[in-house]
């Protein structure tokens, strides 16, 4: 059983930065480890639905979603088992519970941006930012 934890958010200004860390531990059913997943981050806002902010691959490359592309930047470290997402000149749209959440890929059909494609899922931790 894959279980990730997410660490990092808390109250921050407008302007300001924030670092989230995401520990993943266990392996699927099949026996793959976090060196094999793709790992997302989502967030999801009072009121509105779940929304995809940043993915990496199992190997390097990386995709957002354009209203954090310039400020936030998705990283992995395989040794470490942990994906972490630095947020930069945070904004107050920005406030939401942050998910991290991991998937196998699919090869050159993959999704990285759908949530229904990803099968684990941490518990979430709070970003607000004031104004």
């Known amino acids: 059983q894959v279980q990730l934890v997410e660490s990092g958010g808390g109250l921050v200004q407008a302007g300001g930065s924030l670092r989230l860390s995401c520990v993943a531990s266990?392996?699927?059913?099949?026996?793959?480890?976090?060196?094999?997943?793709?790992m997302g981050w989502f967030r999801q806002a009072p009121g509105r639905e779940r929304q995809f902010v940043a993915a990496h691959s199992i190997g390097t490359d990386t995709y957002y979603t354009g209203s954090v592309k310039e400020r936030f930047t998705i990283s992995r470290d395989n040794a470490k088992n942990t994906v972490s997402l630095q947020m930069n000149s945070l904004k107050p749209e920005d406030t939401a519970v942050y998910y991290c959440?991991?998937?196998?890929?699919?090869?050159?059909?993959?999704?990285?941006?759908?949530?229904?494609?990803?099968?684990?899922w941490g518990h979430g931790t709070q970003v607000t930012v004031s104004s």
């Open positions: 266990g392996e699927t059913a099949s026996g793959e480890t976090f060196m094999y997943y793709v």
């Open positions: 959440a991991a998937k196998l890929p699919r090869g050159w059909q993959d999704n990285y941006y759908s949530s229904s494609e990803y099968k684990y």
